[in-house]
């Protein structure tokens, strides 16, 4: 067992593996038929499967989550200004970058750690043509407040929902909100094909456009109809992925089960704070982020990081530091980030996995639990 007072470290993450002979039967009919990737019979039952699982219209497959953003935005053939979050991982600015488009920063707020919808509308400017907002940790944005937005100033709303599968609002997908929603299916996700992702769009003409871009701009009768990509998944992937289905609900069952149990255990621990869940909202318990605030808890979030690092037990600094301060993209912020700046100073996400045992977890709220009592006893 993987105890953190053993050699080995307690992992932030370990992706489930579906059990092995299924996945075999899939390679073997892989093998013999010789179709490996372009599209083929595995690819598009993966997007029905997916369409009938997750309740949307269409789904189009990606390599990664970072180039289905990354074409969402060419997609919509936007230019200027898009409004995002500086509380996000790397990819989603890359992707702006990536189609020529100006980020620009709104602040996010509490306890949802989303983009703050005043502040995207103290951000919109005639150049504004778009919000990229992010669902973080799987808790969804206020998308009505967003949709109003976007009617009032003629906007289009890609949402990264890369940390949202499965998640629903009142017995809905959350990617039926906005004009399109991307997925990843990274290896560190709820729901994983080693690395992946996907568009979802509301209608089929913009199924077949997209498709179009990520083969490289070649059509359906592969004619070339103009500029695209190749950011195609393929078939050995998308079998992973139809083995997985089967399992994600069990899984995200089991991730509820260890949130509660840390809720439970590390509630009594002062100058800790965690998130709660939304009312109306189905999670997918994709994350366990805590904040730290030091002067209640009696350390730092970094000396907390490389307490529990020393115990053997992994954490992460998810999202630290704000995109907004990386040297590249530091020039587009106009106001300041205050919210962003504090929640990326004093989060910590813990280990959280679909097996991870009890001992684990009292392990690590033991841990967490020495600290604060030996910190405070300092102060
Ligand atoms: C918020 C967010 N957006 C986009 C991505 C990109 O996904 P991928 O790793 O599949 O390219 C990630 C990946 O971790 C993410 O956390």
Redesign the pocket.
């Known amino acids: 067992m993987n105890k953190p007072d053993s050699k080995e470290n307690l992992l932030l993450m370990k992706p489930f593996m579906p059990p092995l002979e299924e996945f075999q039967i899939h390679l073997e009919l892989i093998w013999a038929s010789r179709m490996l990737t372009n599209c083929g019979t595995i690819h598009a039952e993966f997007e029905r499967a997916l369409c009938e699982y997750l309740g949307v219209k269409h789904i189009c497959l990606f390599a990664?989550?970072?180039?289905?953003?990354m074409i969402a935005l060419k997609a919509l053939k936007l230019r200027g200004e898009v409004i995002t979050t500086p509380f996000?991982?790397p990819?989603?600015l890359q992707a702006i970058y990536w189609n020529n488009l100006k980020p620009v920063f709104a602040d996010i707020s509490e306890p949802d750690l989303n983009i703050d919808p005043s502040a995207i509308e103290a951000a919109i400017t005639p150049d504004t043509c778009a919000i990229l907002p992010?669902h973080?940790f799987g808790t969804p944005c206020d998308v009505v407040t967003i949709g109003q937005l976007a009617r009032k100033y003629d906007l289009k709303v890609v949402y990264?929902a890369?940390?949202c599968f499965g998640v629903e609002i009142d017995g809905k997908s959350v990617c039926n909100s906005g004009e399109l929603s991307?997925l990843?299916?990274?290896a560190?996700?709820v729901f994983n094909t080693f690395?992946?992702?996907a568009i979802v769009c509301h209608d089929e003409a913009t199924k077949i456009y997209i498709d179009t871009l990520k083969n490289n701009g070649l059509d359906r009768d592969f004619q070339l109809t103009g500029y695209g990509v190749n950011g195609k998944l393929n078939e050995i992937q998308s079998a992973f992925g139809l083995c997985q289905l089967k399992y994600v609900d069990d899984i995200i069952a089991m991730r509820k089960a260890i949130t509660l149990k840390y809720r439970e255990l590390l509630s009594g621990i002062k100058g800790l704070k965690m998130l709660p869940d939304r009312e109306g909202v189905k999670h997918n318990y994709s994350y366990f982020p805590v904040l730290i605030d030091p002067a209640e808890f009696g350390a730092g979030r970094d000396e907390l990081h490389d307490y529990l690092k020393k115990k053997k037990i992994v954490t992460r600094k998810y999202f630290f530091p704000l995109v907004s301060n990386s040297p590249e993209f530091n020039m587009y912020k106009t106001a300041g980030l205050p919210v962003a700046e504090k929640i990326a100073n004093s989060i910590l996400c813990l280990p959280l996995f679909h097996d991870i045992s009890d001992d684990q977890i009292e392990a690590v709220v033991h841990a967490i639990g020495q600290l604060n009592k030996s910190g405070r006893n300092q102060n």
């Open positions: 990664n989550g970072t180039l289905a953003l996000t991982s990819a989603t992010v973080i990264d890369a940390h991307i990843s299916f990274h560190t996700k690395e992946g992702g």
